[in-house]
């Protein structure tokens, strides 16, 4: 049984003082998930925000429907000039999102302490 997708963004500075939006999923991300996932990209301003952070620390489940929205929305940052590190990922998922070439858009940390040092 899938939970519901949440999602909500936090902005926080890199530390080297830019922007950072982190974009905090909680629950299971499958294909009704569209909204939770790429509605709260897309509802970033894409002038001020070039690092965003996808935070998967609370997502328990991540289906094939939910790797291709994940997948969505990396491609529309790299178009859009923007950097994505994700990072809470469990070792079943950070070696799933190896296998599916995520790594080529976004860099993969173990937790937000370490994403934001590479920023």
């Given at each position: 049984?899938?939970?519901?997708?949440?999602?909500?963004?936090?902005?926080?500075?890199?530390?080297?003082?830019?922007?950072?939006?982190i974009?905090?999923?909680?629950?299971?991300?499958?294909?009704?998930?569209?909204?939770?996932?790429?509605?709260?990209?897309?509802?970033?301003?894409?002038?001020?925000?070039?690092?965003?952070?996808?935070?998967?620390?609370?997502?328990?489940?991540?289906?094939?429907?939910?790797?291709?929205?994940?997948?969505?929305l990396?491609?529309?940052?790299?178009?859009?000039?923007?950097?994505?590190?994700?990072?809470?990922l469990?070792?079943?998922?950070?070696?799933?999102?190896?296998?599916?070439?995520?790594?080529?858009?976004?860099?993969?940390?173990?937790?937000?302490?370490?994403?934001?040092?590479?920023?």
């Amino acid at each position: 049984m899938e939970s519901e997708t949440k999602s909500h963004v936090d902005q926080l500075k890199s530390p080297s003082g830019y922007p950072v939006a982190i974009l905090r999923f909680e629950g299971d991300i499958a294909s009704t998930s569209k909204d939770a996932v790429l509605g709260a990209y897309e509802g970033l301003p894409r002038e001020t925000t070039k690092l965003i952070l996808l935070d998967f620390t609370r997502v328990d489940y991540i289906n094939s429907s939910g790797i291709a929205l994940i997948i969505q929305l990396l491609i529309q940052a790299a178009h859009a000039g923007q950097t994505v590190f994700a990072f809470g990922l469990s070792a079943h998922f950070t070696k799933v999102f190896t296998m599916v070439g995520i790594t080529k858009y976004a860099r993969l940390f173990p937790n937000q302490a370490e994403a934001m040092a590479a920023l």
